[in-house]
């Protein structure tokens, strides 16, 4: 067979060959990946109706969606071959770990809970394995489980593989060592069945031999109908002697003693303690495993609808804002891991660009008004898997669902968590379905920051108030995206910020706690009210409560550069930046903090990068200009500021930076051409008078920019309250107006 291509599988190898068919490593041609093909025996399906039916059988397998479970791609005919097409494990089967010996308890229990959770997905999607074995059961390069196969017993035993055609180890729809007394006597099979294999599996894993060790086969049947096996602590005696009741009671003869379901084997796992200590040479930090920082990547949406992405990406997010409440690590923002969608990059290398220990990724599935979320943890330093679980919920309490990833994952890489952060992870209310759903809505249209965007996200948070006005982050939504289209001069000062102040306020009276809502209430404060006393004290209070909450921390740098603490401000936005590395945003605020700091070449190298993150990021083009233009660099100032042309056409803060480089140039008529297009685009929408103010200054008209300046002060301008550091008013401090101006605003 190797080297023959079926149908678009080009063979390569083979890599496993049993009862059921060989298996081998084939070169899928359309999409250009590496499959497992698996090619049936000879004879087994005899006709077309048969066929057809196994591969509908197949294919409602191939519907099991868990990161332990090997996934089933197709099954197809070509030149006469029936085969099956899987998911290509690159690893070694754990019948080759067991081999070199038995395995260290930490790592058998880490092997066995995978393999319960497997089975745990599979029970409640109606589908058992029927031929659990360890030749079965996948260990991947990075450590973690595939149990492999699931449900084919199933397909083939009725279609020609019987009771009858033993072979070696082999016994129709099962494997001897492996089977449950109820299979060897012809009963009907259940979850209980494959619990038993899983006993048996791991009673191998811990002293490395079988349960049931006789080599004829008619006596092997008989040893697991009648004889107890014997004790793993008296085959090992370091085996702890929880696990050896774990092991004993999935080995009940009687499926009524047996285990009940997959979850409590996997519960009882999880619950033995022989996971918590960590091993003796772990470096311990903040937390027992030495994992100090963690990213969530997006979460893929499997539920085969494109229109629910922002459900997905919504869920991404909620995950990192739980897991944001546990002081001890620190956890990478959205917008960073929101550059991972859709790639196919190394975790490793994931985790290296955004400097963290460990990676989180998985799936949300979302049917109606029922969600699933699948989680696994990776230890990347190791690349290791460490954990992974599905949890499914109704939409309603999916905030809970949440806090309960949240915590497994805290449990799993042993961080001590406050009593406090324990009970906001626990403290996740109802919300209702709608009213969710219109949320989250409202978030992915917030992130994206244009102007139409913004707007539509207010809708969409209105909208989740109407359903369920008691959720308090729906109000931070609206306050940020008036703070937004405040701060990028979308809408009029006294039309933005105090409706971003009402919003936040109604959040705390909700939840006096959201550090979100302290955050966008100094924000207000900060540019629209000018109490710089209010907003320091409500960005500490954000911080305080929330100190991996990276908007916090960029805004607080805000505050710190309107006051002149120059330091301070980059010591904010550093943060900003180690909490979402690849965000233009944080990017960009440290190259403009040095811009107002006057350290203007520092700058540069920043805006590039700022630039190279988000090239579309209008904000970075202009800072940058300006920047530009203070270094007398006037030719490139005006390419940043005509690359924003490029990107949306007519930008009043562009067109305004344009005209003050042509008024220093002395192309007076340039500048005034550009200054009358902004008086009639001012009687359209709001134009800030800060950028007709700037125009004048660099014309040495002071008369005129003063009169535009006191404009500003009444229209509360959210640029006014940089003027103290901006570079662009640099000709006007000498004058008594400009101080007078500072006082009014109580600026140093």
Same mark, same amino acid.
């Given at each position: 067979?190797?080297?023959? *291509?079926?149908?678009? !599988?080009?063979?390569?190898?083979?890599?496993?060959?049993?009862?059921?068919?060989?298996?081998?490593?084939?070169?899928?041609?359309?999409?250009?990946?590496?499959?497992?093909?698996?090619?049936?025996?000879?004879?087994?399906?005899?006709?077309?109706?048969?066929?057809?039916?196994?591969?509908?059988?197949?294919?409602?397998?191939?519907?099991?969606?868990?990161?332990?479970?090997?996934?089933?791609?197709?099954? /197809?005919?070509?030149?006469?071959? /029936?085969?099956?097409?899987?998911?290509?494990?690159?690893?070694?089967?754990?019948?080759?770990?067991?081999?070199?010996?038995?395995?260290?308890?930490?790592?058998?229990?880490?092997?066995?809970?995978?393999?319960?959770?497997?089975?745990?997905?599979?029970?409640?999607?109606?589908?058992?394995?029927?031929?659990?074995?360890?030749?079965?059961?996948?260990?991947?390069?990075?450590?973690?489980?595939?149990?492999?196969?699931?449900?084919?017993?199933?397909?083939?035993?009725?279609?020609?593989?019987?009771?009858?055609?033993?072979?070696?180890?082999?016994?129709?729809?099962?494997?001897?060592?492996?089977?449950?007394?109820?299979?060897? %006597?012809?009963?009907?099979?259940?979850?209980?069945?494959?619990?038993?294999?899983?006993?048996?599996?791991?009673?191998?894993?811990?002293?490395?031999?079988?349960?049931?060790?006789?080599?004829?086969?008619?006596?092997?049947?008989?040893?697991?109908?009648?004889?107890?096996?014997?004790?793993?602590?008296?085959?090992?005696?370091?085996?702890?002697?929880?696990?050896?009741?774990?092991?004993?009671?999935?080995?009940?003869?009687?499926? *009524?003693?047996?285990?009940?379901?997959?979850?409590?084997?996997?519960?009882?796992?999880?619950?033995?303690?022989?996971?918590?200590?960590?091993?003796?040479?772990?470096?311990?930090?903040?937390?027992?495993?030495?994992?100090?920082?963690?990213?969530?990547?997006?979460?893929?949406?499997?539920?085969?609808?494109?229109?629910?992405?922002?459900?997905?990406?919504?869920?991404?997010?909620?995950?990192?804002?739980?897991?944001?409440?546990?002081?001890?690590?620190?956890?990478?923002?959205?917008?960073?891991?929101?550059? !991972?969608?859709?790639?196919?990059?190394?975790?490793?290398?994931?985790?290296?660009?955004?400097?963290?220990?460990?990676?989180?990724?998985?799936?949300?599935?979302?049917?109606?008004?029922?969600?699933?979320?699948?989680?696994?943890?990776?230890?990347?330093?190791?690349?290791?898997?460490?954990?992974?679980?599905? !949890?499914?919920?109704?939409?309603?309490?999916?905030?809970?669902?949440?806090?309960?990833?949240?915590?497994?994952?805290?449990?799993?890489?042993?961080?001590?968590?406050?009593?406090?952060?324990?009970?906001?992870?626990?403290?996740?209310?109802?919300?209702?379905?709608?009213?969710?759903?219109?949320?989250?809505?409202?978030?992915?249209?917030?992130?994206?920051? *244009?102007?139409?965007?913004?707007?539509?996200?207010?809708?969409?948070?209105?909208?989740?108030?109407?359903?369920?006005?008691? !959720?308090?982050?729906?109000?931070?939504?609206?306050?940020?995206?008036?703070?937004? %289209?405040?701060?990028?001069?979308?809408?009029?000062?006294?039309?933005?910020?105090?409706?971003?102040k009402a919003a936040a306020a109604r959040a705390l009276e909700i939840q006096p706690d959201l550090g979100e809502a302290h955050n966008s209430l100094a924000y207000a404060a900060l540019y629209y009210d000018w109490d710089w006393a209010a907003a320091e004290a409500a960005f500490q209070r954000a911080i305080a409560l929330k100190d991996g909450y990276s908007t916090a921390h960029l805004w607080y740098g805000n505050l710190k550069c309107v006051r002149g603490d120059h330091e301070g401000t980059l010591r904010e936005f550093r943060r900003s930046v180690e909490l979402d590395p690849l965000s233009s945003v944080a990017n960009a605020a440290v190259a403009w903090a040095r811009y107002y700091s006057r350290r203007l070449e520092e700058a540069i190298p920043h805006f590039l990068k700022a630039l190279e993150l988000d090239p579309t990021f209008i904000p970075t083009h202009v800072w940058f200009g300006w920047t530009l233009t203070s270094l007398g660099r006037m030719p490139e100032a005006i390419e940043q500021f005509e690359a924003v042309r490029g990107l949306v056409g007519r930008s009043a803060l562009a067109e305004s930076s344009l005209a003050m480089v042509y008024a220093l140039r002395g192309e007076q008529a340039k500048a005034d051409e550009l200054l009358d297009g902004l008086l009639h685009l001012r009687e359209e929408r709001y134009v800030s008078s800060t950028y007709f103010a700037f125009v004048h200054a660099a014309r040495g008209d002071k008369d005129?920019?003063?009169?535009?300046?006191?404009?500003?002060?009444?229209?509360?301008?959210?640029?006014?309250?940089?003027?103290?550091?901006?570079?662009?008013?640099?000709?006007?401090?000498?004058?008594?107006?400009?101080?007078?101006?500072?006082?009014?605003?109580?600026?140093?």
């Amino acid at each position: 067979m190797i080297g023959r *291509t079926l149908s678009h !599988y080009r063979i390569l190898e083979q890599i496993g060959a049993g009862g059921m068919g060989v298996v081998f490593r084939a070169r899928d041609e359309r999409l250009e990946r590496d499959v497992a093909l698996k090619v049936l025996p000879v004879g087994v399906i005899s006709d077309a109706a048969t066929r057809a039916r196994f591969r509908r059988e197949a294919l409602a397998l191939s519907r099991l969606n868990h990161p332990h479970i090997g996934v089933i791609h197709d099954f /197809d005919t070509a030149e006469g071959t /029936d085969f099956l097409v899987m998911e290509y494990v690159s690893g070694r089967t754990l019948a080759a770990r067991i081999a070199e010996g038995p395995l260290p308890t930490l790592e058998a229990v880490r092997i066995a809970r995978e393999i319960a959770e497997a089975l745990e997905e599979a029970h409640e999607r109606g589908t058992i394995h029927r031929d659990l074995k360890p030749e079965n059961i996948l260990l991947s390069q990075k450590g973690w489980v595939k149990v492999m196969d699931f449900g084919l017993a199933k397909l083939l035993d009725p279609v020609g593989v019987t009771t009858a055609t033993v072979s070696g180890d082999d016994l129709g729809a099962g494997t001897l060592p492996y089977m449950a007394p109820e299979q060897l %006597l012809g009963n009907p099979s259940d979850a209980r069945t494959d619990l038993f294999a899983l006993g048996a599996v791991f009673y191998e894993m811990l002293t490395g031999v079988r349960p049931f060790a006789e080599r004829l086969p008619t006596a092997l049947v008989n040893e697991i109908l009648t004889r107890e096996p014997r004790k793993p602590r008296a085959v090992r005696p370091d085996v702890p002697p929880r696990l050896e009741q774990i092991v004993m009671k999935a080995l009940e003869k009687d499926p *009524t003693q047996r285990y009940q379901s997959a979850q409590i084997f996997a519960s009882d796992l999880r619950s033995s303690h022989v996971e918590a200590a960590p091993p003796a040479s772990a470096e311990v930090k903040g937390t027992g495993t030495g994992i100090e920082s963690i990213a969530v990547l997006p979460l893929e949406n499997m539920s085969g609808d494109p229109e629910q992405e922002y459900f997905a990406d919504g869920m991404t997010e909620e995950l990192i804002a739980s897991l944001v409440q546990i002081g001890a690590l620190r956890v990478i923002s959205r917008t960073s891991v929101m550059r !991972y969608k859709g790639a196919r990059k190394p975790l490793p290398e994931i985790a290296r660009e955004l400097n963290v220990d460990a990676i989180v990724e998985g799936s949300v599935r979302r049917a109606g008004d029922r969600v699933r979320i699948t989680a696994q943890l990776i230890d990347a330093a190791k690349d290791r898997h460490l954990w992974a679980k599905s !949890y499914e919920r109704d939409l309603k309490d999916v905030l809970a669902l949440q806090g309960e990833v949240a915590q497994a994952i805290a449990q799993e890489i042993q961080v001590k968590l406050t009593l406090p952060e324990q009970a906001k992870l626990r403290s996740a209310r109802l919300i209702a379905p709608a009213a969710y759903e219109a949320f989250l809505k409202g978030r992915y249209h917030l992130s994206k920051r *244009t102007e139409a965007d913004l707007k539509r996200s207010i809708a969409y948070f209105n909208q989740a108030i109407e359903e369920d006005p008691s !959720y308090a982050l729906t109000y931070v939504g609206v306050a940020e995206a008036y703070n937004l %289209l405040g701060f990028y001069a979308l809408s009029a000062p006294r039309d933005a910020f105090p409706k971003a102040k009402a919003a936040a306020a109604r959040a705390l009276e909700i939840q006096p706690d959201l550090g979100e809502a302290h955050n966008s209430l100094a924000y207000a404060a900060l540019y629209y009210d000018w109490d710089w006393a209010a907003a320091e004290a409500a960005f500490q209070r954000a911080i305080a409560l929330k100190d991996g909450y990276s908007t916090a921390h960029l805004w607080y740098g805000n505050l710190k550069c309107v006051r002149g603490d120059h330091e301070g401000t980059l010591r904010e936005f550093r943060r900003s930046v180690e909490l979402d590395p690849l965000s233009s945003v944080a990017n960009a605020a440290v190259a403009w903090a040095r811009y107002y700091s006057r350290r203007l070449e520092e700058a540069i190298p920043h805006f590039l990068k700022a630039l190279e993150l988000d090239p579309t990021f209008i904000p970075t083009h202009v800072w940058f200009g300006w920047t530009l233009t203070s270094l007398g660099r006037m030719p490139e100032a005006i390419e940043q500021f005509e690359a924003v042309r490029g990107l949306v056409g007519r930008s009043a803060l562009a067109e305004s930076s344009l005209a003050m480089v042509y008024a220093l140039r002395g192309e007076q008529a340039k500048a005034d051409e550009l200054l009358d297009g902004l008086l009639h685009l001012r009687e359209e929408r709001y134009v800030s008078s800060t950028y007709f103010a700037f125009v004048h200054a660099a014309r040495g008209d002071k008369d005129q920019a003063f009169e535009w300046l006191d404009r500003a002060f009444e229209e509360r301008s959210h640029w006014l309250a940089l003027i103290a550091v901006d570079p662009k008013y640099d000709s006007l401090r000498d004058d008594p107006r400009f101080h007078r101006l500072l006082q009014r605003m109580n600026l140093p």
